[in-house]
């Protein structure tokens, strides 16, 4: 038996190895669950980089790039059989990148195609709201387009409720990070997020006011209180 000092330094070392098996414990649970994670890329999320980082580790991706025979996560047999996990982002800001990544023409042959469809040459971005709500009010065709597409439309189920799925949220402090934790990869894998908007426009009260209408659901069920 311990007692006295040495009672305590057991204690302090038993603490130590306990507190250093957990996250090892957490990673290996992880790491046995991969197969049955369902990692959905949801536009204009970092999503293409999270992904190519969850495929090098087994881990299916589906993807949002919507050419024939699509399917949205809704028409899969499965989802109920697997855990799926997306990232989603304040619609504000989601919004600026999807019009910066099309006002540079977007990343393939069907963004440059929906660029030459929905934009014009020098239209601001308060502009840009403004003439699509005119034209279409709260469901204008803007929102079809894959990277515009409201988040919940991508994750809902046939019956319009919300699938189950563990969300991680773009731009919170170390979401990156937290993912690769639950999903059981090492912190030390490093996810490169590319086609970054740098440039920035500020939005007028009037957009975001359309902004809140064209995303309700968004702000809803994953941005309640901003």
């Not at 790039?65 to 059989?81: I, M, Q």
């Not at 440039?199 to 309700?216: A, F, T, V």
């Amino acid at each position: 038996m311990f007692s006295g000092k040495y009672q305590s330094l057991r204690f302090f070392f038993l603490k130590k190895k306990t507190n250093a098996a957990k996250p090892l414990r957490f990673l290996i649970a992880a790491y046995r669950r991969r197969n049955q994670i369902l990692f959905f890329a949801m536009p204009r999320t970092s999503s293409g980089s999270i992904g190519e980082v969850l495929a090098k580790h087994g881990i299916e991706i589906h993807g949002h790039r919507r050419r024939p025979g699509y399917k949205f996560l809704r028409d899969r047999d499965d989802c109920k059989n697997v855990q799926i996990i997306s990232v989603v982002r304040h619609p504000y800001s989601r919004f600026l990148s999807a019009y910066f990544a099309l006002v540079k023409g977007g990343y393939n042959a069907e963004d440059k195609e929906d660029a030459l469809k929905f934009m014009k040459t020098g239209e601001s971005v308060n502009a840009f709201i403004s003439r699509h709500y005119k034209a279409g009010g709260n469901s204008p065709d803007l929102l079809s387009q894959r990277h515009f597409t409201p988040q919940f439309d991508y994750l809902k189920d046939i019956d319009g409720r919300l699938l189950p799925v563990r969300l991680f949220v773009f731009g919170q402090k170390d979401f990156t990070d937290d993912l690769l934790r639950y999903v059981g990869i090492s912190l030390r894998v490093t996810i490169t997020q590319k086609h970054v908007t740098k440039k920035n426009q500020e939005l007028s009260q009037s957009s975001k006011d359309i902004l809140q209408l064209w995303y309700e659901r968004d702000f809803e069920f994953f941005f309640k209180h901003d």
